[in-house]
């Protein structure tokens, strides 16, 4: 493995991107009725249906859900150092690397499996840097090798969008709004904590449809063997699944450059 110590990579210029700061200490427990249990399931199907070709690579790894479960030979990867402290009391003996998942700092053909869970693609200002990371995520997968892509699905989204809610954590009170920004399109989320707002987040992800999730695996270097709705492994139905789980395999390096 050759890592990019955090200390050696360049602050990027310019204003300071949304998700440079949303994924903080408090992240954890915005989001914390996310379980384990959800993360089981994907793992079993996986197994189950695709298997779980080591080495493993959890590429914006959060606070380390998957890796806790995904067994030895288990990398992980994430730009923030509170989610990656997280993640190592989880997972203590998985590598982890902070860095920017634009340029991943491993040589080509390095992972078996790579996933990408829980929307963590589209998160940049352009889609021309959304398909760098598909790019990069084809680079480092063997040929061969699995890449799962776990993205919302866009269609539901639209539809089922609430657009207000608060909640209570811990004795503060967490107003969220939520709205379709037609620029992108993207769905954003501001939320404000304490009264009056103390603390204010921004998210904002790019708006894929699978179809179009699809397209950029193909063209770079991945042949989509299917689409998946729920972590369960059901089919993919747009008007009901919850998620949009593309399974991409790694072309080889002749068809990819011939396609």
Known sequence: MSAIPPDER?????????YADAFDDLYLRLYAHRDLGEVEALRETLRSR???????FDLCCGGGRFLSVAGPQSYGLDLSLPL?????RVAPA???????????PWRDSTFGTLVMLFTCFGYFDTPAEDEAVIREVARVTRPGGVYVLDFLNAERVRRTLVPEGERVIDRQVVRERRWIDEQGPFVRKRIEIGAPANRIYEERVRLYRH???????????????GIWGEYDGRPFVAAESS????????????EARSS
């Open 243 to 254: 998620r949009a789980i593309i399974l991409g395999t790694r072309r080889s390096f002749v």
């Open 50 to 56: 695709l298997g779980l070709h080591p080495p493993v």
């Open 10 to 18: 360049e602050a990027s210029a310019g204003p300071t991107p949304w």
């Open 94 to 104: 998985a590598p982890l690397v902070r860095g920017d998942m634009r340029a991943l």
């Open 211 to 225: 179809d179009q999730l699809q397209a950029l695996l193909e063209r770079n270097g991945f042949a989509v063997s």
């Open 84 to 88: 990656l402290a997280a993640a190592r």
